[in-house]
């Protein structure tokens, strides 16, 4: 077993020979060997020891096809997960070969016609048989009956599975499945029963108990009760009234519903009197927990609830969510919401996550063109635009002494740990690179003004530019397309600065004054002699 890289490096003669012995070696070992050699090139052969395959590199040399040829049999094709296309499979005689089974988890493609005098056996735990090509056709299975044909079906033009009598498919179906899971039921008569009866009577032999289809009507036939069953138990049913029993076997209600196992039961009652529609959670005591849908009014109504639906408690308690038995959510009783906690005491909304996952993802999927398509606005209604006051704070908590890893203020300002900032500036990303302009009279025309905000609450002095300014001197380091806040109707967007671009022209006006600088002390170097 030997690989190589197919390329001679210069060296002494033993080397050299020794280096081409080796690559003769891994030429006559088909580069074998547990893992894949570390060079390879479109068209190259691997055997692979660690698995017994022949495997070819493709043509793009990103991926090894494996060869059906066997390395450690004689006269062996393994198909594994493969296809075999052709064709003929086989010869005409004894001689030429005669292909009796395919074990493979492949496809077996028959272009013409499939006679088998026994059975077909499709083995495996998935087995698929397909018929049709893909192309317009009608293609079926026909069961030849001796008095009567039946067919399974495609009806192409109709894309319909038909079951039907005879052998072509479309005519006197019985049971017709569109593309939209749509199940039709036909019949020549204009009335369709699915009877019910002892196992071999005759069809009709016991015309009471049905479900049958008649004109635009679709009917439920008993001359009693109906009974549904669950492992040779009663589940539900309904009785000759009308009434709908769960869990027992004499409804009173429209729906009457019974749990002895403990957990909370359920009962629809509508008397008419309410001029909302509702569900109680009831238990022996009192109601617990109520959905309402109506205008309001009553017991439990409320002017608010008009035309919404309803879902909490009226005593004083939390609601709570659970998911296969176990807490996911709570809304305690001062509003305050939990998510993967119990706790709901430090926060309006807590959020805890244990998995690797965020916690809260939010996207929106809105057109920019059409307005600002903002993932979340954050309110702040206290103190507005000044340095004391945290908007938002990102906090380290895993010891249970929360620090601030970035703090946003209320004025917008960013307080963390600055020699983590980065900007992205991987070349793979940037087009047109080029050397930037000089920038030292661009820098030397911009005025430096110091200002305060029209809504700052402190007394703090700030430099900075002017974008109107800037813009006559620079355009390309003003934002023109508009700040976060909407301009007054008739004025144009709020302009802002790049000050990342600015600091950067900076740079460059620094490295023109250091060349400045350096022919300057050359000129004085030359006087000095």
Same mark, same amino acid.
């Given at each position: ?46 055997? !692979? ?35 075999? !296309? %052709?064709?003929?499979? %086989? ?13 493979? *988890? ?5 272009? %013409? ?26 293609? /079926? ?16 033009? $109709? ?47 016991? *015309? ?5 289809? *008649? ?8 001359? $009693?009760? =109906?009974?549904?069953?669950? %492992?040779?138990?009663? /589940? ?34 509508? !008397? ?7 569900? !109680? ?24 609830? $008009? ?66 398509? =903002? ?43 600055? *020699? ?74 709020? /302009?802002?600065? =790049? ?31």
């Amino acid at each position: 077993m030997a690989q190589h890289d197919y390329v001679i490096a210069n060296a002494s003669g033993a080397t050299v020979r020794a280096d081409i012995n080796n690559m003769a070696l891994a030429i006559s070992s088909n580069n074998s060997g547990s893992s894949e050699p570390g060079t390879t090139y479109a068209y190259e052969w691997w055997i !692979d020891t660690g698995n017994n395959l022949l495997k070819l590199r493709n043509s793009a040399n990103n991926a090894w096809i494996t060869m059906p040829f066997s390395i450690t049999a004689n006269n062996t094709v393994d198909v594994n997960g493969g296809t075999i !296309d %052709g064709a003929v499979i %086989g010869g005409s005689s004894a001689a030429a070969g005669t292909f009796t089974t395919l074990t493979a *988890s492949g496809t077996l493609g028959v272009s %013409g016609l499939l006679t088998a005098n026994a059975n077909i056996t499709l083995a495996g735990t998935t087995p698929t048989l397909t018929i049709g090509d893909g192309g317009a056709e009608d293609t /079926k299975i026909v069961f030849d009956g001796n008095a009567q044909d039946y067919y399974i079906g495609l009806d192409d033009s $109709a894309d319909d599975l038909v079951i039907g009598r005879g052998s072509a498919v479309g005519t006197t179906p019985n049971i017709e499945i569109n593309s939209s899971n749509d199940i039709h039921f036909s019949s020549a008569d204009s009335d369709v029963k699915f009877y019910f009866g002892s196992a071999g009577g005759a069809f009709g032999s016991n *015309s009471s108990h049905n479900v049958r289809a *008649s004109g635009n009507d679709f009917m439920f036939n008993s001359v $009693a009760n =109906y009974i549904y069953e669950v %492992g040779g138990a009663e /589940k539900m049913r309904i009785d000759s009234s009308g009434n709908v029993g769960i869990g027992t076997d004499s409804p009173t209600k429209k729906l009457h519903v019974v749990e002895t196992s403990g957990y909370p039961i359920a009962r629809f009652q509508e !008397d008419g009197a309410s001029l909302y529609s509702k569900l !109680d959670v009831e238990n022996a005591n009192s109601t617990a927990a109520v959905v309402v849908m109506g205008t309001g009014g009553g017991s439990v109504g409320n002017s608010a609830w $008009a035309n919404n639906a309803v879902f909490g408690t009226i005593s004083n308690a939390n609601v709570v969510l659970l998911q296969n038995d176990t807490e996911r959510m709570r809304i305690d009783t001062s509003g305050n919401v939990g998510i993967g906690t119990t706790d709901t005491t430090v926060a309006k909304t807590h959020i805890v996550e244990s998995e690797s996952r965020d916690c809260l993802r939010l996207t929106n999927t809105r057109n920019p063109s059409s307005s600002a398509p =903002y993932v979340a606005t954050f309110g702040f209604n206290y103190q507005p635009n000044n340095g004391t006051s945290t908007f938002l704070a990102c906090q380290d908590d895993l010891d249970g002494s929360p620090t601030n890893r970035l703090v946003i203020l209320s004025n917008g300002g960013i307080a963390n740990y600055q *020699s983590n900032d980065s900007n992205l500036s991987d070349a793979r990303l940037k087009t047109d690179i080029q050397d930037a302009p000089n920038a030292l009279d661009i820098i030397n025309n911009l005025k430096v003004r110091t200002f305060k905000y029209h809504d700052q609450t402190d007394e703090k002095i700030h430099t900075g530019l002017i974008a109107q300014e800037t813009e006559t001197v620079d355009l390309s380091l003003v934002n023109q397309d508009g700040w976060a806040d909407k301009a007054p109707d008739g004025e144009e967007p709020y /302009k802002s600065i =790049y000050n990342t671009d600015l600091m950067f022209k900076m740079l460059k006006a620094m490295q023109e004054q250091q060349e400045q600088i350096e022919a300057l002390k050359a000129e004085v170097d030359k006087l000095k002699g």
